[in-house]
């Protein structure tokens, strides 16, 4: 309940505040607004550059990924490549012992 009181009357305090120190209250929105907007737009500027390396990031690791993926089907088709060579030069050595 006392606080419930003390609510009460720190608003009736501040309503009175305002109408006696209006133009302090104006006074302080004035160069207070200008310094949050800076402040603001400084902190959108490092969130959005943040959020641009992290997209770079991530397509970075996605050609790696791709480049990676790249390299296994290389070394896949090298390696079938090689059996087929293997596989040909079998069929030369039986077509030159066959009359």
Do not use: C, H
């Amino acid at each position: 309940m006392q606080l419930l009181i003390g609510g009460i009357v720190a608003v009736i305090l501040g309503v009175i505040g305002f109408s006696f120190w209006w133009s302090a209250f104006v006074t302080i929105l004035q160069g207070g607004i200008p310094i949050l907007l800076i402040l603001g737009g400084i902190l959108a500027v490092y969130v959005g550059m943040d959020a641009m390396q992290d997209r770079m990031r991530e397509e970075r690791q996605k050609q790696e990924e791709k480049l990676d993926k790249a390299r296994e089907e290389i070394e896949k088709v090298k390696a079938q490549s090689e059996q087929y060579r293997e596989e040909i030069e079998r069929l030369k050595g039986q077509a030159k012992n066959t009359p």
